[in-house]
């Protein structure tokens, strides 16, 4: 069921600018709907900025300390703290502290469970969405709420890199218990792309592994016992629960916020005379050095959500656009990598850096295991003639690859995008 395309805009910052130079409607039999430029975009343009319906940070993320707002999952820590605790020296001290955005000052705890919000807007929104129905008040600590339990079964099973999480489902769960009219709220999540049933098994053998397929079920009740609401009947049976988890799975966009990263954005947008700006430079490299010495390539705080527009580009292996989030928060950018002409589609790649240089046997068995098509863009097509092996490199690295591309493969590449 596709929104109304009044409400395929809504959630963007300047909607009537998007729904001006944008349309979505069927592209190519198998893809279903797609987005369609209706004016000319200029490489490098902001195509739209998008905010989600719903979106949740991850679990193990939280717990190894990556503070953000509960809301829009802005980072909590400035610059120099973070660039402190990621490459383990307390001592560190940032220069150019005024390009960090972040001012702590403007926190607000939820005066009942003290999760942290970077503002007054952001915790009144989140009050007002769903956090009546989450809010653990003083049974925050308190391992037997079931709420508690729910975050702990998900924990033990889906460990990271983390590609979903199941506070994503809670949460829709509770925007629509919250909700006045709550069969909008349910029509708005059922517009994200369906599947069969054995589809939807596929996908959420991906989401969990080999080893965790058949605690699907506890899950399931933990789900239940948490969150169960009598206008949601169908998302608690085991045939409803798996399609929600299939919804997040195929849908899911990846977020990843980061103040270090604005930081280093300002940084680079100074404007200072070449000693200075060698020396900065080299100071800024060698952070990363240290950071990755200590902390590994795990440096945003991350997260995933549901983006209404966003939602309707399909891949390409040589995309025209990509999403970030450059405002260190939930707001997601799509900007034209290339010219995008009148009538010409919007494609972003569900495929990471290292698997779009890959043979095209190779790109179609990642989109065939984690998103279940055949890709037939202008790459793919081109290469249809060469031979189905891989190279070299992707053997020696075939068991990582399979074991972390899998469906978190979108969402890793673009959380880096900050």
């Not at 129905?133 to 702990?152: A, F, I, R, T, W």
């Given at each position: 069921m596709a929104a109304p395309m009044d409400e395929m805009f809504s959630r963007c910052s300047q909607p009537r600018a998007a729904a001006a130079r944008l349309h979505v409607h069927a592209a190519a039999r198998a893809k279903g709907k797609g987005l369609f430029a209706t004016k000319a975009i200029r490489k490098g343009e902001t195509i739209f900025v998008e905010k989600p319906l719903v979106s949740a940070q991850f679990l193990w993320n939280a717990l190894y300390k990556y503070k953000a707002?509960?809301?829009?999952?802005?980072?909590?820590?400035?610059?120099?703290?973070?660039?402190?605790?990621?490459?383990?020296?307390?001592?560190?001290?940032?220069?150019?502290?005024?390009?960090?955005?972040?001012?702590?000052?403007?926190?607000?705890?939820?005066?009942?469970?003290?999760?942290?919000?970077?503002?007054?807007?952001c915790r009144q929104a989140a009050l007002k969405q769903y956090h009546q129905v989450l809010c653990?008040?003083?049974s925050v600590d308190d391992p037997q709420h079931p709420l508690n339990k729910l975050q702990e079964g998900w924990r033990n099973m889906h460990y990271p890199p983390e590609t979903a999480s199941i506070m994503l489902l809670a949460r829709m769960v509770a925007m629509v218990k919250q909700a006045k009219d709550k069969?909008?709220?349910?029509?708005?999540?059922?517009?994200?792309?369906?599947?069969?049933?054995?589809?939807?098994?596929?996908?959420?053998?991906?989401?969990?592994?080999?080893?965790?397929?058949?605690?699907?079920e506890s899950l399931r009740h933990l789900f239940t016992d948490a969150l169960y609401d009598d206008s949601l009947t169908q998302w608690f049976t085991r045939e409803g629960f798996r399609?929600?988890?299939?919804?997040?799975?195929?849908?899911?966009?990846g977020i990843g916020t980061s103040s270090l990263s604005q930081w280093v954005h300002g940084c680079d947008a100074l404007e200072l005379a070449a000693p200075l700006r060698e020396e900065l430079d080299g100071f800024i490299d060698q952070l990363y050095k240290d950071i990755e010495r200590e902390?590994?390539?795990?440096?945003?705080?991350?997260?995933?959500?549901?983006?209404?527009?966003?939602?309707?580009?399909?891949h390409s292996c040589v995309p025209n656009a990509e999403s970030s989030f450059p405002e260190n928060n939930f707001l997601l950018h799509l900007?034209?990598?290339?010219?995008?002409?009148?009538?010409?589609?919007?494609?972003?790649?569900?495929?990471?850096?290292?698997?779009?240089?890959?043979?095209?046997?190779?790109?179609?068995?990642?989109?065939?295991e984690n998103y279940l098509f055949k890709c037939s863009c202008p790459k793919c097509e081109s290469q249809a003639g060469d031979p189905d092996v891989s190279s070299e490199e992707e053997n020696e690295g075939e068991a990582e690859a399979g074991a972390v591309a899998g469906a978190g493969a979108k969402l890793e590449d673009e959380m880096t995008e900050v």
């Amino acid at each position: 069921m596709a929104a109304p395309m009044d409400e395929m805009f809504s959630r963007c910052s300047q909607p009537r600018a998007a729904a001006a130079r944008l349309h979505v409607h069927a592209a190519a039999r198998a893809k279903g709907k797609g987005l369609f430029a209706t004016k000319a975009i200029r490489k490098g343009e902001t195509i739209f900025v998008e905010k989600p319906l719903v979106s949740a940070q991850f679990l193990w993320n939280a717990l190894y300390k990556y503070k953000a707002c509960d809301h829009c999952m802005r980072s909590l820590e400035t610059a120099e703290e973070n660039s402190r605790r990621l490459s383990g020296n307390p001592a560190l001290s940032l220069p150019h502290p005024e390009q960090c955005t972040v001012r702590k000052e403007l926190l607000h705890p939820c005066p009942m469970c003290q999760v942290l919000y970077c503002s007054t807007d952001c915790r009144q929104a989140a009050l007002k969405q769903y956090h009546q129905v989450l809010c653990l008040g003083p049974s925050v600590d308190d391992p037997q709420h079931p709420l508690n339990k729910l975050q702990e079964g998900w924990r033990n099973m889906h460990y990271p890199p983390e590609t979903a999480s199941i506070m994503l489902l809670a949460r829709m769960v509770a925007m629509v218990k919250q909700a006045k009219d709550k069969e909008h709220w349910k029509k708005l999540f059922s517009q994200f792309c369906s599947r069969t049933a054995n589809e939807e098994e596929e996908i959420v053998h991906k989401l969990i592994g080999d080893r965790f397929k058949g605690q699907l079920e506890s899950l399931r009740h933990l789900f239940t016992d948490a969150l169960y609401d009598d206008s949601l009947t169908q998302w608690f049976t085991r045939e409803g629960f798996r399609s929600l988890f299939a919804l997040v799975g195929t849908n899911g966009q990846g977020i990843g916020t980061s103040s270090l990263s604005q930081w280093v954005h300002g940084c680079d947008a100074l404007e200072l005379a070449a000693p200075l700006r060698e020396e900065l430079d080299g100071f800024i490299d060698q952070l990363y050095k240290d950071i990755e010495r200590e902390t590994g390539e795990f440096l945003n705080c991350e997260g995933s959500g549901l983006y209404t527009l966003q939602s309707c580009c399909n891949h390409s292996c040589v995309p025209n656009a990509e999403s970030s989030f450059p405002e260190n928060n939930f707001l997601l950018h799509l900007t034209a990598l290339q010219d995008i002409e009148e009538g010409e589609e919007v494609c972003i790649t569900y495929l990471d850096c290292c698997q779009r240089e890959r043979s095209r046997h190779s790109r179609h068995r990642v989109l065939r295991e984690n998103y279940l098509f055949k890709c037939s863009c202008p790459k793919c097509e081109s290469q249809a003639g060469d031979p189905d092996v891989s190279s070299e490199e992707e053997n020696e690295g075939e068991a990582e690859a399979g074991a972390v591309a899998g469906a978190g493969a979108k969402l890793e590449d673009e959380m880096t995008e900050v």
